[in-house]
């Protein structure tokens, strides 16, 4: 999906200064129509107008790669579909006229034999070229230039009105130049329908079409001399087929985003409504200065937000470090409380025990003295038991302590 767009007063320029030279130009170019060896059905030297004011916009304006987006060459299976159709199209509008001429008119009119003096050969190409010139100009160009910016078919509705009007006749008459509006009108529609989402692929649709209309006109009518019936017909068939082409289309594109939610050719290249969100985008129309500042002024919101988010980080691991800081303070008391319970039970039992050893050391002391008394008379051998004794109960003193 494309995105990018020609600024709009440049657009504006382009679309003003393209059709004031292919309008003012052919003024000039019809004195050398006389000096060409071919009449003008076969080659109209005014058709190089378009041509011109195409490539002068190219020389003048920026953003040529854009200005050429309607212009690409590739072939697929689209394009194919769109040329068998640009073949298939004119020659019902031609079938209809015809048969519409011969039932309102009893036959319908061939060139005259003296107006067809050149070869069949030189008339194909000759129109070949001129269809080229022209399309080239009005819709690979200047479609492609005012569908940047607008839906492709208000698009082809104001190309059209351009081309009517480019291509006025006021040669035979008002009602001739009503008709000769209508028909250009309906032939630019159906155009600009043809190369709807082909992204560019729109000179060989555009020609062939044009081609194949003109060659039909230039031998079975004679709209050229200013018949007025002729171009009636010719206006009213082109319009029928026209109309049921585009409602054709129309009905498709309907039931298919029905289904898929997509239009017929998913979303156009130049879609007016993919450009709503542009905005958000940088414009392709900035400067490689304005581009870099722009891209300079993302940098520091990501590094704010880079710098938040490390904070955001070390906040939490604080907290974190600060919870096991806690638990571990909470553990180290707990400990502490065991510990001290511990050394106060400690201290209880070797109170205890000492209450105990000063208890029994008084009567032990008191049968030591009475053993002493009991055995002063004895031998040395008595009085060596009774240091034993003593040195016994010492031991046994300390040992209770």
């Known amino acids: ?15 003003f200064l393209f059709f004031i030279i292919a309008y003012v130009l052919p ?14 059905f076969v ?30 060459f590739t072939i ?26 011969n039932i309102l008119a009893d036959s319908f009119i061939l060139l005259q034999a003296e107006d067809f003096s050149v070869s069949l050969t030189t008339v194909i190409i000759g129109q070949l070229i001129t269809a080229m010139l022209i399309e080239f100009g009005f819709r690979s160009y200047l479609q492609n230039i005012v569908e940047n910016r607008i839906y492709t078919f208000f698009a082809s509705i104001l190309v059209g009105i351009l081309y009517s009007i480019w291509n006025l006749n006021l040669s035979f008459g008002m009602t001739f130049a009503a008709y000769n509006f209508l028909y250009t009108f309906a032939f630019s529609m159906i155009i600009g329908e043809l190369i709807r989402g082909t992204k560019g692929r729109t000179i060989y649709i555009a020609t062939l079409f044009h081609f194949v209309m003109s060659f039909g006109l230039v031998f079975l009518f004679n709209e050229e001399l200013g018949n007025v019936f002729a171009m ?31 239009n017929l050719d998913e979303i156009e290249e130049n879609n007016y409504m993919d450009h709503l969100d542009d905005e958000s985008h940088l414009d392709v129309n900035d400067t490689p200065a304005e581009t870099e500042q722009a891209t300079n002024d993302y940098e520091p919101a990501s590094a704010d ?5 490390h904070d955001e980080q070390d906040e939490m691991n604080s907290t974190h470090q600060e919870n096991d800081d806690t638990s571990s303070t909470v553990a180290t008391a707990s400990q502490d409380n ?10 209880e039992t070797t109170s205890h025990q000492l209450h105990q050893s000063e208890e029994i050391e008084p009567s032990l002391n008191e049968d030591e003295s009475q053993t002493s008394t009991d055995d002063e008379p004895t031998n040395d051998n008595t009085e060596t038991q009774n240091q034993r004794s003593s040195f016994f109960l010492k031991s046994k003193r300390r040992n209770r302590r």
Request: aromatic content about 10%; proline content about 3%; some cysteine.
């Open 43 to 72: 080659f109209d030297i005014t058709a190089i107008a378009p041509f011109i004011g195409a490539l002068f916009c190219l020389l003048i304006f920026k953003h040529k790669r854009l200005q050429l987006g309607g212009l690409k």
């Open 305 to 309: 937000t880079s710098s938040t988010v």
């Open 76 to 101: 697929g299976l689209k394009t194919i579909e769109r040329i068998l159709l640009a073949l298939i199209l004119p020659l019902t509008i031609l079938a209809v006229a015809m048969v519409s001429f």
């Open 232 to 262: 009636k017909v010719i206006a009213l068939s082109t319009v029928a087929v026209g109309v049921v082409y585009l409602l054709i289309t129309m009905i498709i594109r309907v039931i298919l985003y029905f289904f898929t939610k997509r």
């Open 338 to 347: 065991n510990i001290a319970k511990n050394v106060a039970n400690d201290t």
């Open 27 to 40: 003024i000039i170019l019809k004195d050398f129509q006389g000096s060409l060896p071919y009449k003008s």
């Open 1 to 15: 999906m494309n995105n990018k767009r020609i600024p709009g007063f440049q657009w504006a320029m382009i679309v």
